[in-house]
Nanobody, 115 residues
């Protein structure tokens, strides 16, 4: 089993910055990918950033980085806009102890951007 624990969400004014963190722990052989998605109530969950792709709406403002030694992924969010308000979910694709490709999600962290 793999646990993803997110932190760093909160309330920020428009134009401000936040940094989200997500640490993976548990039993796995390797992590193939980590990234961030977000969901606004009533809407579908959407991709924010992976190591190979950013949503058009966040390009130039958000930066994803990984610390492989700590099994941690970060999302630096700058120039935040009200439309960035959402619950942000960490995602990881791992190879588990049985050599299976498995997807895991964190519980989510709320980001609220005020005017």
């Amino acid at each position: 089993q793999v646990q993803l624990v997110e932190s760093g969400g909160g309330l920020v004014q428009a134009g401000g910055s936040l940094r989200l963190s997500c640490a993976a722990s548990g039993s796995f052989l390797s992590i193939n990918a980590m990234g961030w998605y977000r969901q606004i109530p009533g809407k579908q969950r959407e991709l924010v950033a992976t190591s190979t792709k950013y949503a058009d709406s966040v390009k130039g403002r958000f930066t994803l980085s990984r610390d492989n030694a700590r099994n941690t992924v970060y999302l630096q969010m700058n120039s935040l806009k009200q439309e960035d308000t959402a619950v942000y979910y960490c995602y990881a694709r791992v190879i588990d102890a049985a050599w299976r490709d498995m997807d895991y999600w964190g519980k989510g962290t709320l980001v609220t951007v005020s005017s």
